[in-house]
């Protein structure tokens, strides 16, 4: 499990440090999450450290941004102000979003199949 | 007079301490587990959201500032970073599913990408929701992780895109089975991939819920899309904000 740390945190910090001097417009865990997904593919095969470190990550992945979403707190007056606004957004959007993209699938994969 | 006085010494010990604010985030998050099961996985029942709501009346209740509370639960928000880079895990895993498909699965990316923004951004500020509202709208189909890292580029709120993406995962992952189903879809990787892109982490433990097949694909949709969004969010925004 250690050694799976390892890997995760020097893959962060590697894309840390590539987000502060080359590319600012990244976040440097994104530029990780790349670089890790890179070296995968050139070892051609993910270590059970690592398997089981990024298992857990994602298996509670729920919990991490629970501190930063309580944040809502500050923005209950201004949530309240726009209610009808975000509630209609956020529905019409995820519908327009998951039609859309099946649909690009679908049409795309029948001309696939028949060529 | 002396019983009150070290009660009050001992809040004002461990409310000064991390351990308060960790031990409700961690509490709140396990009640919110243990409902979650109980409902036999209904995603009206999410554990972060159920979380958030207890955290919140929590520190409301007790009057604590929420940056006292962050002060302490920052421990937590910290991992946000290395669980991003351990979502290489799951796209690694998924990247051989995408062999043979890869025309249609990135210009089904390109396009929900783009539809979730305009669609999301358009109607808000249509009804009248301030850029403030609007800025934070544009990663919400995002993973909640890489969403908040994009919304800190772009300079809007992190908490309020945090709120919107975790709205979006579970409306996502409520609706999609009658959107999917109303268009007549019937392969489960389309079915996926498309739940992943609207509504990722909590739509993607939804579709595995229904198929395995299904879960893969969204997944790796999740993987995909929060890398292309941190790439071309920034550049969307700024174009239709200049």
Not at chain 2, 44 to 53: H, R
Request: glycine share 10%; charged share 10%; net charge positive.
């Amino acid at each position: 499990m250690i050694f799976g740390l390892v890997q995760i945190l020097l893959f962060q910090s590697l894309g840390e440090l590539v987000s502060k001097f080359l590319l600012p417009t990244l976040p440097g865990p994104v530029i990780g999450l790349v670089l890790l997904v890179l070296w995968l593919v050139l070892r051609k095969g993910i270590n059970p450290d690592l398997a089981m470190v990024g298992d857990g990550f994602s298996q509670y992945l729920g919990l991490l941004f629970v501190p930063a979403a309580v944040g809502v707190v500050l923005f209950l007056p201004q949530l309240k102000a726009n209610a009808w606004a975000i509630i209609s957004a956020l529905i019409g959007s995820v519908i327009l979003t998951i039609a859309s993209s099946a649909l690009v699938a679908r049409l795309l994969s029948r001309k696939e199949s028949h060529e | 007079m002396s019983e009150k006085h070290s009660i009050v010494e001992i809040w004002v010990y461990l409310s000064g301490s991390p351990l308060f604010a960790l031990f409700i985030t961690l509490a709140a998050y396990q009640i919110g587990l243990s409902i979650y099961k109980a409902s036999h996985q209904n995603p009206l029942a999410n554990p972060v959201a159920i979380a958030i709501l207890i955290v919140a009346s929590t520190i409301q209740f007790i009057e604590m500032p929420y940056s006292t509370y962050f002060e302490g639960a920052q421990f937590i928000h910290f991992l946000l970073g290395s669980a991003t880079v351990s979502l290489a895990i799951p796209i690694y895993r998924g990247l051989s599913s995408l062999k043979g498909r890869s025309i249609p699965l990135i210009a089904s990316l390109c396009t929900g990408g783009l539809v979730s923004i305009i669609s999301a951004v358009g109607i808000a500020t249509m009804l009248g929701a301030d850029s403030s509202i609007t800025g934070a709208m544009y990663p919400k189909s995002v993973t909640a992780p890489i969403a908040m890292g994009i919304a800190e580029r772009i300079g809007v709120s992190p908490t309020l895109t945090a709120i919107f993406a975790v709205s979006t995962g579970i409306l996502g992952a409520i609706l999609a089975p009658f959107v999917l189903n109303a268009l007549g879809m019937k392969a489960w990787w389309q079915r996926g991939f498309a739940i992943g892109i609207g509504a990722h982490g909590i739509g993607t433990s939804r579709a595995f819920s229904i198929h395995p097949e299904a879960g893969t694909y969204a997944s790796l949709a999740m993987g995909m899309n929060g890398v292309v969004s941190a790439v071309a969010i920034p550049v969307i925004y700024h174009l239709f904000n200049r």
